[in-house]
């Protein structure tokens, strides 16, 4: 089970952290990843991955050097951290895991999704 929270209304310009707790899963044995999903029926959107021991990560580059992607094995948690949010980012945020990174970074397939978390980007 991955249970994502740190949602919420920020201003653009502002940061947000999200995260993504697992449980029921070896957590340090798994890659994960963010994606995202616009309303108005977009489509579901790749944000960044971490492989299993953090030594490779991917990044949209829609997101780069605003997005860090993390995560704390001892708390079986990833984080993504958000800074100079834009409009553009507001979306739910979903975490995902998979033991294979290629299904999370490439693919964007993971075998385990989270129930998503609402980031409003607005005024």
């Known amino acids: 089970q991955l249970t994502e929270s740190g949602g919420g209304l920020v201003q653009p310009g502002g940061s947000l952290r999200l995260s993504c707790t697992a449980s029921?899963?070896?957590?340090?044995?798994?890659?994960m990843g963010w994606f995202r999903q616009a309303p108005a029926g977009k489509e579901r959107e790749f944000v960044a991955?971490?492989?299993?021991?953090?030594?490779?990560?991917y990044v949209a580059d829609s997101v780069r050097g605003r997005f860090t992607i993390s995560r704390d094995d001892a708390k079986n948690t990833v984080y993504l951290q958000m800074n100079s949010l834009k409009p553009e980012d507001a979306a739910t945020y979903y975490c995902?895991?998979?033991?294979?990174?290629?299904?999370?970074?490439?693919?964007?397939?993971?075998?385990?999704w989270g129930q998503g978390t609402q980031v409003t980007v607005s005024p």
């Open positions: 995902g895991a998979d033991r294979v990174f290629r299904d999370v970074a490439v693919a964007r397939n993971p075998d385990y």
């Open positions: 029921g899963l070896t957590f340090d044995s798994y890659a």
């Open positions: 991955a971490i492989n299993f021991n953090g030594a490779t990560i």
